[in-house]
């Protein structure tokens, strides 16, 4: 199988990222007491225009993981403040929903695949140390982490939630021991420590 490559640069607002509260579209003559929910504009996150930081992707090989981890509107907020904007509007209830979909998929991946269709992605053959490598060049950070979950899952890569801190890790051939309980030592030292406090009690 021929090797794959994504490539994605994440522009983060120096200045950080704030909520928009969710409001009505008026039309004319229209008062906001007669605007019924499905024309209010989301709540959305936006920069605050300051000036931006690039970051790799290649630099999170399991971003993925920790966006899936994301259940709350300030975990959201926090996410975003970290590594840039997910999608073009960022629209807290839509990615709240497949941050959801995205740790059900990490849960039963191989008998329940993504239901995410990837839209605008550039593909393209490079050859990289001789190798000719398939590079996958998605347009948002959402897309990018969607990919980096389905690369995770059709490479054969077990996924499992640590113990300790419920993050996601690999475990086998790129990972740790396939029986690994915890993402970590300092994990596994934690979680040790506390179920030895609470016996002590």
């Known amino acids: 199988m021929m090797p794959t490559r994504i490539e994605f640069r994440m522009n983060v607002d120096k200045a950080g990222y704030r909520y928009v509260a969710a409001k009505p579209t008026l039309r004319p003559g229209q008062s906001l007491l007669d605007v019924p929910a499905r024309d209010l504009e989301p709540e959305r996150i936006v920069g605050r225009g300051g000036s931006r930081i690039a970051k790799r992707l290649s630099e999170y090989p399991m971003l993925f993981t920790k966006f899936a981890k994301v259940s709350r509107r300030e975990e959201l907020l926090e996410f975003i403040t970290e590594y840039g904007s997910l999608a073009s509007k960022n629209e807290v209830g839509k990615l709240l929903d497949v941050a959801s979909d995205m740790k059900a998929c990490l849960r039963d991946g191989r008998r329940n695949p993504p ?9 393209s053959l490079v050859k990289e140390g001789g190798t000719p490598t398939v590079k996958f060049s ?3 950070l959402l897309d990018a982490l ?26 086998g051939r790129s990972g740790r021991r ?13 979680f040790n420590s506390l179920k030895r406090s609470r016996k002590d009690r």
């Open 178 to 190: 396939l029986v690994a309980r915890f993402c970590s030592d300092q994990c596994r030292i934690d």
């Open 138 to 140: 998605p347009n948002t």
């Open 115 to 123: 239901r995410w269709g990837i839209a605008d992605l550039k593909a």
């Open 146 to 171: 969607w990919l980096q979950l389905a690369e995770a899952l059709s490479g054969g890569e077990k996924l499992r939630q640590c113990e300790s801190c419920h993050s996601w890790f690999q475990v």
